[in-house]
């Protein structure tokens, strides 16, 4: 397989698997540019649970310092958490290290600017421009700072900040019983004691030991979820919530051990937000149309962009939006918090959409609008990109075409949404439609077409 797909610099950060393409020696000078770019101050560190993170901590540390910066050390922490502490020390930016729900084998550094946010278009092509000249800061011997280590603040900001926008005494009250699987990822720590100490909900929990490698596939889908399934069944809690490694992506079992479309889930979290708060709705352009129905029947708009967080937090500030996220993965956006994926601002909003109504997981979600999701994946050769999406757009004469992202085609009862992986060498495959068959229909003609 081609290198470049095994190492990408994209709308996130550096990824790539550990060894081959991600090395030590790469983070160390990425970590420098990093420091050089944002200027000589407090920078926060932090990472999920994988194996290579120390390793790689190291050398991020050790570029910041080359660079004059002094290094927060956060340890093993949420992606969230991390991006909503640099907001609160006005620290100069932050890099977390972890692949999100990538397999074991990847690492990635995630940058963030002063304010938390994902580097925009514009950060990020700076940033490339300067590793890539090597013209780093060399702090001189009696410039190099410390590095220092803090931790239970951070999570305590972060807690704080959800339960404000939550009635936490009426979720109390309803003693919800709860399941958990936090992967052994970064939100092993702090997910049960969210959930126990802060909203007093019973909790049965699996793999919240961040010392043990992921027990399950990383990314949080319905078929990877089948022991948290069977702890929902077998304890009779009200509710599963599942995290990825890194504990911004969010997914939910209902009461019946059933897990749900990661769009219902956003749909939900939408559903509850727009009366309580002025603004519209921003998703990526895989998320459901059931945001279109929902902003409407709050005299709402939608506004999508390009999949990615960053895409869509450069979006929600530009329009001032109430709620955003990106239904395809599991990502609640809630500007009060922060302007990031949180499973933390998900979980206490259902819980307290639970509380409010006294329905169940499954009677809130027959309460959404109705349509037909499939998501796929198919492997591509590097180069053959553009001449599948032009035989796929030619395949479909006269349709609705976006190619804000790869290629989104769109009729009035459904859509199919192409587009390359930001993370991994694939193409993702999306198809929605108000009837199952056309769904079906939709989907078995495109991926016959790209493979």
Same mark, same amino acid.
Request: without cysteine; proline residues 4%.
């Given at each position: 397989m081609a290198r470049e797909h095994l190492l990408k610099i994209g709308v996130s950060g550096v990824r790539g698997v550990v060894g081959d393409f991600l090395t030590p020696g790469l983070a160390l000078s990425f970590a420098q540019a990093f420091g050089t770019y944002v200027g000589r101050g407090r920078v926060v560190v932090g990472r999920d649970t994988r194996t290579s993170g120390p390793m790689l901590q190291h050398a991020v540390a050790s570029g910041l310092l080359a660079a004059g910066c002094e290094v927060i050390n956060v340890g093993v922490m949420p992606t969230p958490t991390i991006q909503l502490y640099i907001a609160h020390t006005g620290a100069k930016g932050g890099i977390c290290l972890t692949a999100s729900h990538n397999p074991p084998e990847y690492n990635a550094l995630k940058l963030f600017n002063k304010d938390g946010f994902f580097?925009?278009?514009? #950060?990020?092509?700076?940033?490339?421009?300067?590793?890539?000249?090597?013209?780093?800061?060399?702090?001189?011997n009696h410039e190099i700072r410390e590095?220092?280590?803090?931790? /239970?603040? /951070?999570?305590?900001?972060h807690a704080q900040r959800v339960l404000s926008f939550v009635d936490v005494d009426l979720i109390r009250s309803k003693k919800f019983r709860v399941a958990l699987d936090s992967v052994n990822g970064a939100g092993s720590v702090m997910?049960?004691?969210?959930?126990?100490?802060q909203l007093g909900c019973e909790l049965h929990a699996i793999?919240?030991?961040?010392?043990?490698?992921?027990?399950?596939?990383?990314? !949080?889908?319905p078929d990877t979820l089948g022991d948290l399934s069977e702890l929902v069944r077998s304890t009779g809690a009200a509710i599963g919530f599942a995290q990825d490694p890194d504990g911004d992506r969010l997914a939910v079992v209902d009461e019946r051990g059933?897990?749900?479309?990661?769009?219902?889930?956003?749909?939900?979290?939408?559903?509850?937000v727009l009366p309580r708060f002025p603004g519209d709705v921003v998703v990526n352009l895989t998320t459901s149309s059931v945001m279109e129905?929902?902003?409407?029947?709050?005299?709402?708009?939608?506004?999508?962009?390009?999949?990615?967080? /960053?895409?869509?937090?450069?979006?929600?500030?530009?329009?001032?939006?109430?709620?955003?996220? #990106?239904?395809?993965?599991g990502?609640?956006?809630? !500007?009060g918090v922060h302007y990031c994926r949180d499973s933390y601002t998900g979980m206490a909003f259902l819980l307290e959409l639970m509380a409010q109504t006294g329905k169940s997981v499954t009677e809130l979600v027959a309460q959404l609008p109705r349509y037909y999701r499939?998501?796929?994946?198919?492997?591509?050769?590097?180069?053959?990109?553009?001449?599948?999406?032009?035989?796929?757009?030619?395949?479909?004469?006269?349709?609705?075409?976006?190619?804000?992202?790869?290629?989104?085609?769109?009729?009035?009862?459904?859509?199919?949404?192409?587009?390359a992986s930001n993370t991994e060498p694939l193409l993702r495959l999306a198809a929605e439609a108000k009837s199952a068959q056309r769904m079906e229909d939709l989907y078995a003609q495109v991926t016959q077409l790209l493979t």
């Open positions: 580097f925009n278009q514009y #950060e990020r092509t700076e940033l490339i421009d300067l590793y890539h000249q090597s013209s780093f800061d060399e702090a001189m590095v220092r280590k803090q931790g /239970a603040t /951070a999570q305590k900001i997910s049960p004691e969210f959930l126990t100490a793999a919240i030991d961040p010392t043990k490698v992921f027990p399950r596939i990383a990314e !949080p889908r059933e897990v749900l479309d990661n769009d219902d889930v956003l749909g939900l979290v939408v559903k509850h129905d929902l902003a409407a029947a709050n005299g709402r708009k939608v506004f999508r962009t390009a999949v990615g967080e /960053a895409n869509v937090v450069d979006m929600m500030l530009a329009v001032k939006s109430a709620i955003g996220g #990106e239904g395809s993965n990502g609640v956006i809630f !500007p499939k998501l796929g994946r198919v492997t591509f050769e590097h180069g053959r990109l553009g001449t599948l999406m032009q035989a796929l757009e030619e395949q479909f004469p006269g349709v609705v075409a976006d190619r804000t992202d790869g290629l989104k085609l769109i009729w009035p009862d459904a859509w199919i949404h192409v587009r």
